[in-house]
């Protein structure tokens, strides 16, 4: 039996040790590296789920580059309201600037699309998505992810970023809630 935790009042059981993620951020940044040679992009991590995948990422970028952030809010509990709330906005200029968005997960897609959408609207030179995980069978857009460090089922995961509710994001590896 995995190892469990409890959030609130739900057991999750850890999916993707904290050994797998690494391995899977390593791979990512290594191909940012190596695609984005000779620029300076702009990271704009999506809050606040990804914080902790930015930091990771971002420590194994090698290219000379920024980070910005932006918050939106799309999820009450367990479920994507599908309508997306933006908190915090873009603070920096990314007029024909790379820019790659780095997200902890896409489920319905909703929220990275309306993040292109705004993101557009500013003129950037070009976007990337960089998202930690993808649950293809939940996509209801369609989305042209570049850099995806791991797939997933459709799920409910917490850790490394993720939470239920507000909490459980503060753990080195990733937790799925038990049936
Ligand atoms: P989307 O708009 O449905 O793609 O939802 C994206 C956002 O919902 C992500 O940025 C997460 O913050 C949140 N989310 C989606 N799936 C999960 C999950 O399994 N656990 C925790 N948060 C999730
Ligand atoms: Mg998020």
New binding site residues.
């Given amino acids: 039996m995995n190892k469990t935790i409890q959030v609130k009042d739900k057991t999750f059981a850890v999916s993707i040790p904290e050994e797998r993620i690494m391995a899977e951020v390593r791979r990512v940044a290594a191909e940012i590296n190596r695609d984005y040679a000779g620029q300076n992009p702009i990271f704009l991590a999506?809050l606040?789920?990804?914080f902790i995948f930015a930091a990771d990422l971002l420590r194994e970028v090698t290219l000379p580059c920024e980070i910005s952030f932006v918050r939106?809010a799309?999820?009450e509990g367990?479920g994507?309201t599908g309508e997306?709330r933006e908190i915090m906005g873009l603070s920096v200029d990314v007029t024909g600037r790379p820019v790659i968005i780095v997200?902890?997960?896409?489920?319905?897609?909703?929220?990275?699309a309306h993040m292109l959408e705004t993101l557009k609207r500013h003129n950037p030179g070009s976007i990337d998505i960089c998202t930690l995980l993808l649950?293809p069978g939940?996509l209801q857009v369609n989305l042209d992810i570049r850099y995806c460090a791991m797939q997933i089922p459709n799920?409910?995961?917490?850790g490394y970023g993720?939470?239920?509710d507000g909490f459980g994001r503060n753990t080195k590896d990733i937790y799925t809630l038990c049936s």
């Fill in positions: 999506v606040n789920g990804s939106l799309s999820y367990m994507s997306i997200e902890d997960i896409v489920d319905t897609g909703l929220t990275m649950k939940k799920d409910f995961i917490v993720l939470d239920y």
